[in-house]
C-alpha cells in the first residue's frame, strides 16, 4: 500500500534553532519527492523537489535530503524565525502508470521567541 | 498576480441543502484538482481535471460533482451535503505533469466546510 508517514507529529522549538522533520514512505514506482509548507489559513507552497537520484536539495534555510535505498527524506531548518512556524508536508509521486502523489499527514511546527 | 481563487472561505451550512464552492486560476494551468484535509490524515483527492471537459475520480469521491467546462475554473458541486463533509477543502491547479507531482501544484487558500 502506497503512504506517506511523517514525524514528529508536531515539535515546538525556540527562536534561532535547527531542527529537522522526517518522511517515510512506501511508494512503488517512485518518482519524486517533494516538501510544501502550509501557513495557518493558507494553501500548501512547494519548497523542494528530489528525484531519485538526487540526496540533498536545499532552498534558503531549508536543505532536505533523500535517501532512496532506505525510503527517507528529512527537511532540516536552520536558524528558524518566527515565520518558519507552519505545517510542513511530505509528498511522494507515485510514477507510471500511476502517475499520482501521496500526501504526508504533515508535521506541526511552531516557533516561539 | 498568479493565484488560485476559492469561494467561499466559510461556509455552515445544513444537510442536505446543496452547495457550490467555486475555483479559479489565472495562469492558464490545465491541470486542476480539488482536496479535503481532515486532521491526522494527508491531503485526499476528490476529483481531478487534466483539461477542459476532462475529468476523473480521485481518492474521495462520493458525494461530490465536478465540471470543467472553461479551462479557468473548476467548481466543487456537493448535492446533498452529509456532516461527514464537514472538512477544509482545497483546490489546486499546475501545469501539465502535476498530477504525477512533475509540476508543483499551486493551491487556493481553501474552504472550511461545516455541515450541521
Known amino acids: 500500500k502506497n503512504q506517506v508517514e511523517q514525524s514528529p507529529q508536531s515539535l515546538i522549538i525556540l527562536e534561532g534553532k535547527n531542527c529537522t522533520l522526517q518522511c517515510n514512505y512506501t511508494v512503488s514506482p517512485f518518482s519524486n519527492l517533494r516538501w510544501y509548507k502550509q501557513d495557518t489559513g493558507r494553501g500548501p507552497v512547494s519548497l523542494t523537489i528530489?528525484?531519485?537520484?538526487?540526496n540533498t536539495k536545499s532552498n534558503r534555510r531549508y536543505t532536505a535530503t533523500l535517501d532512496a535505498d532506505t525510503k527517507q527524506s528529512s527537511l532540516h531548518i536552520t536558524a528558524s524565525q518566527l515565520s518558519d512556524s507552519a505545517s510542513y508536508i511530505c509528498?511522494?509521486?507515485?510514477?507510471?502508470?500511476?502517475?499520482?502523489?501521496?500526501f504526508g499527514p504533515g508535521t506541526s511546527l511552531s516557533v516561539i521567541p | 498576480e498568479a493565484q488560485v481563487t476559492q469561494n467561499p472561505r466559510y461556509l455552515i451550512t445544513v444537510t442536505g441543502k446543496k452547495l457550490t464552492v467555486t475555483c479559479s486560476q489565472n495562469m492558464n494551468h490545465e491541470y486542476m484538482s480539488w482536496y479535503r484535509q481532515d486532521p491526522g490524515l494527508g491531503l485526499r483527492q476528490i476529483y481531478y481535471s487534466m483539461n477542459v471537459e476532462v475529468t476523473d475520480k480521485g481518492d474521495v469521491p462520493e458525494g461530490y460533482k465536478v465540471s470543467r467546462k472553461e479551462k479557468r475554473n473548476f467548481p466543487l458541486i456537493l448535492e446533498s451535503p452529509s456532516p461527514n463533509q464537514t472538512s477544509l477543502y482545497f483546490c489546486a491547479s499546475s501545469p501539465p505533469g502535476g498530477q504525477g507531482g512533475n509540476q508543483p501544484q499551486h493551491f487556493g487558500d481553501g474552504t472550511r466546510l461545516s455541515i450541521l
Open positions: 509528498v511522494v509521486s507515485v510514477g507510471f502508470p500511476y502517475d499520482k502523489v501521496i
Open positions: 528530489m528525484t531519485f537520484s538526487e
